[in-house]
Protein backbone atom coordinates (compact mmCIF):
# COMPACT_ATOMS: atom_id res chain seq x y z
CA UNK A 1 0.00 0.00 0.00
CA UNK A 2 1.34 3.04 -1.08
CA UNK A 3 0.22 6.56 0.99
CA UNK A 4 0.65 9.94 -1.36
CA UNK A 5 -0.52 13.81 -0.14
CA UNK A 6 -2.73 15.17 -2.84
CA UNK A 7 -2.81 18.67 -1.47
CA UNK A 8 -0.90 20.36 -4.11
CA UNK A 9 -3.45 18.06 -6.68
CA UNK A 10 -6.65 19.04 -4.97
CA UNK A 11 -5.92 22.90 -5.59
CA UNK A 12 -5.08 22.44 -9.03
CA UNK A 13 -8.46 20.81 -9.27
CA UNK A 14 -9.78 24.02 -7.50
CA UNK A 15 -7.83 26.29 -9.65
CA UNK A 16 -9.12 24.53 -13.01
CA UNK A 17 -12.72 24.15 -11.89
CA UNK A 18 -12.44 28.14 -10.88
CA UNK A 19 -10.99 29.03 -14.43
CA UNK A 20 -13.59 27.20 -16.32
CA UNK A 21 -16.46 29.13 -14.64
CA UNK A 22 -14.81 32.55 -15.14
CA UNK A 23 -14.33 31.63 -18.96
CA UNK A 24 -17.83 30.55 -18.68
CA UNK A 25 -19.23 33.92 -17.75
CA UNK A 26 -16.39 35.65 -20.38
CA UNK A 27 -18.59 33.18 -23.11
CA UNK A 28 -22.10 33.89 -21.87
CA UNK A 29 -20.86 37.29 -22.54
CA UNK A 30 -20.95 36.60 -26.65
CA UNK A 31 -24.94 36.49 -26.85
CA UNK A 32 -27.23 39.52 -26.35
CA UNK A 33 -28.81 40.42 -23.16
CA UNK A 34 -32.61 39.29 -23.41
CA UNK A 35 -33.32 42.55 -23.82
CA UNK A 36 -31.83 42.96 -26.98
CA UNK A 37 -33.36 39.36 -28.00
CA UNK A 38 -35.93 40.91 -30.63
CA UNK A 39 -37.36 37.85 -32.87
CA UNK A 40 -34.42 35.37 -32.28
CA UNK A 41 -35.54 31.91 -32.48
CA UNK A 42 -35.65 29.91 -29.65
CA UNK A 43 -33.34 27.40 -30.51
CA UNK A 44 -30.21 28.98 -31.19
CA UNK A 45 -27.14 28.92 -28.66
CA UNK A 46 -28.72 32.26 -27.39
CA UNK A 47 -31.58 31.57 -26.48
CA UNK A 48 -33.35 31.50 -22.85
CA UNK A 49 -34.01 27.70 -23.00
CA UNK A 50 -29.98 26.67 -23.96
CA UNK A 51 -26.97 27.51 -22.11
CA UNK A 52 -24.38 28.20 -24.72
CA UNK A 53 -21.53 26.69 -21.99
CA UNK A 54 -23.36 22.91 -22.02
CA UNK A 55 -20.34 21.11 -23.79
CA UNK A 56 -17.96 23.92 -23.94
CA UNK A 57 -14.61 21.64 -23.77
CA UNK A 58 -12.60 24.56 -24.94
CA UNK A 59 -12.18 28.38 -25.67
CA UNK A 60 -9.78 30.58 -27.31
CA UNK A 61 -9.58 34.28 -27.24
CA UNK A 62 -6.22 36.18 -27.75
CA UNK A 63 -3.64 34.33 -25.30
CA UNK A 64 -1.16 32.69 -27.81
CA UNK A 65 3.09 33.27 -27.49
CA UNK A 66 4.71 32.17 -30.82
CA UNK A 67 2.81 29.20 -32.62
CA UNK A 68 1.27 28.35 -29.31
CA UNK A 69 -2.63 29.25 -28.75
CA UNK A 70 -3.81 28.88 -25.34
CA UNK A 71 -6.95 26.85 -24.62
CA UNK A 72 -8.67 29.44 -22.03
CA UNK A 73 -9.92 25.74 -20.29
CA UNK A 74 -7.14 24.36 -19.45
CA UNK A 75 -7.11 21.30 -22.19
CA UNK A 76 -5.23 21.22 -24.88
CA UNK A 77 -4.04 24.09 -26.87
CA UNK A 78 -3.77 24.56 -30.80
CA UNK A 79 -0.80 25.17 -32.95
CA UNK A 80 -0.77 28.04 -34.88
CA UNK A 81 0.15 27.09 -38.54
CA UNK A 82 1.66 29.94 -41.16
CA UNK A 83 1.66 29.77 -44.77
CA UNK A 84 4.56 31.68 -46.81
CA UNK A 85 3.75 35.17 -46.23
CA UNK A 86 0.95 34.28 -43.30
CA UNK A 87 0.51 36.24 -40.22
CA UNK A 88 -1.31 35.36 -37.08
CA UNK A 89 -1.41 38.96 -35.03
CA UNK A 90 -3.25 39.03 -31.57
CA UNK A 91 -6.32 41.52 -31.63
CA UNK A 92 -8.56 43.40 -29.05
CA UNK A 93 -10.94 40.69 -28.96
CA UNK A 94 -9.44 37.16 -30.08
CA UNK A 95 -6.75 36.90 -33.16
CA UNK A 96 -6.32 37.93 -36.86
CA UNK A 97 -5.32 35.12 -39.10
CA UNK A 98 -3.81 36.21 -42.73
CA UNK A 99 -2.81 33.69 -44.81
CA UNK A 100 -2.16 31.66 -41.09
CA UNK A 101 -4.32 29.11 -39.33
CA UNK A 102 -4.59 26.80 -36.11
CA UNK A 103 -5.32 22.92 -35.47
CA UNK A 104 -6.91 21.80 -32.27
CA UNK A 105 -5.34 18.59 -32.25
CA UNK A 106 -7.70 17.13 -29.86
CA UNK A 107 -7.80 13.70 -32.27
CA UNK A 108 -3.97 13.22 -32.56
CA UNK A 109 -3.35 10.92 -29.28
CA UNK A 110 -3.58 7.75 -31.08
CA UNK A 111 -4.86 4.62 -29.12
CA UNK A 112 -4.73 6.45 -25.62
CA UNK A 113 -6.37 9.33 -26.34
CA UNK A 114 -7.15 11.98 -23.28
CA UNK A 115 -9.92 13.77 -25.59
CA UNK A 116 -12.51 11.62 -26.11
CA UNK A 117 -15.36 14.33 -26.53
CA UNK A 118 -14.11 14.90 -29.84
CA UNK A 119 -14.96 11.47 -31.02
CA UNK A 120 -18.75 12.25 -29.86
CA UNK A 121 -20.35 15.54 -28.93
CA UNK A 122 -18.98 18.99 -27.79
CA UNK A 123 -19.89 22.16 -28.19
CA UNK A 124 -17.60 24.64 -30.57
CA UNK A 125 -18.21 28.91 -29.98
CA UNK A 126 -16.51 31.19 -32.79
CA UNK A 127 -17.08 34.49 -33.11
CA UNK A 128 -15.53 35.79 -36.64
CA UNK A 129 -15.01 38.99 -37.85
CA UNK A 130 -14.75 39.67 -41.39
CA UNK A 131 -12.30 42.14 -42.64
CA UNK A 132 -13.43 43.10 -46.51
CA UNK A 133 -14.96 40.52 -49.00
CA UNK A 134 -13.33 37.75 -50.83
CA UNK A 135 -11.79 38.73 -54.26
CA UNK A 136 -13.17 36.29 -56.99
CA UNK A 137 -15.01 33.06 -56.79
CA UNK A 138 -12.58 31.89 -54.19
CA UNK A 139 -14.31 31.44 -50.45
CA UNK A 140 -12.64 32.39 -47.30
CA UNK A 141 -12.48 28.95 -45.12
CA UNK A 142 -13.30 30.28 -41.33
CA UNK A 143 -13.52 26.65 -39.85
CA UNK A 144 -13.70 23.14 -40.62
CA UNK A 145 -13.48 19.65 -38.77
CA UNK A 146 -11.49 17.03 -40.44
CA UNK A 147 -10.65 13.52 -40.10
CA UNK A 148 -7.59 12.54 -39.57
CA UNK A 149 -7.56 9.80 -42.42
CA UNK A 150 -5.82 9.60 -45.11
CA UNK A 151 -8.07 11.46 -47.35
CA UNK A 152 -8.07 14.41 -44.63
CA UNK A 153 -12.20 13.81 -45.29
CA UNK A 154 -13.92 17.31 -43.97
CA UNK A 155 -16.60 16.53 -41.95
CA UNK A 156 -17.57 20.19 -41.33
CA UNK A 157 -16.78 23.33 -43.12
CA UNK A 158 -17.71 26.69 -43.04
CA UNK A 159 -16.54 29.19 -45.31
CA UNK A 160 -17.46 33.58 -46.21
CA UNK A 161 -17.78 33.83 -50.10
CA UNK A 162 -18.40 36.88 -51.62
CA UNK A 163 -21.90 39.00 -51.75
CA UNK A 164 -21.61 38.62 -47.77
CA UNK A 165 -22.59 34.58 -48.15
CA UNK A 166 -21.90 31.81 -46.19
CA UNK A 167 -21.28 28.42 -47.05
CA UNK A 168 -21.74 25.27 -44.70
CA UNK A 169 -20.14 21.82 -46.30
CA UNK A 170 -21.86 18.57 -44.11
CA UNK A 171 -20.14 15.39 -44.50
CA UNK A 172 -17.89 15.71 -47.00
CA UNK A 173 -20.62 16.85 -49.63
CA UNK A 174 -23.52 18.54 -49.38
CA UNK A 175 -23.05 21.89 -49.43
CA UNK A 176 -25.52 24.47 -48.27
CA UNK A 177 -24.90 28.87 -48.83
CA UNK A 178 -26.53 30.80 -46.62
Not at 35 to 63: E, K, Q, Y
Not at 79 to 85: F, K, P, R, S, V
Not at 147 to 175: A, M, R
Request: glycine fraction near 10%; charge should be neutral.
Amino acid sequence: MVSVRLTAELQRVKDVLKTWKEVDVRVSKLCPSQSHAGDRPTVTPCSSNFNITDGLVGFFSDNFFGKTWKDEYLGVNATINNTEGGAATKASDGMTFRGAWAEWPVGKQGENQLYHFANYNFTLVATVSIDGEPKGDTPIPLMGVKLNDDEKTVLLGLSYKKEKKWELLCSGGNLKEY
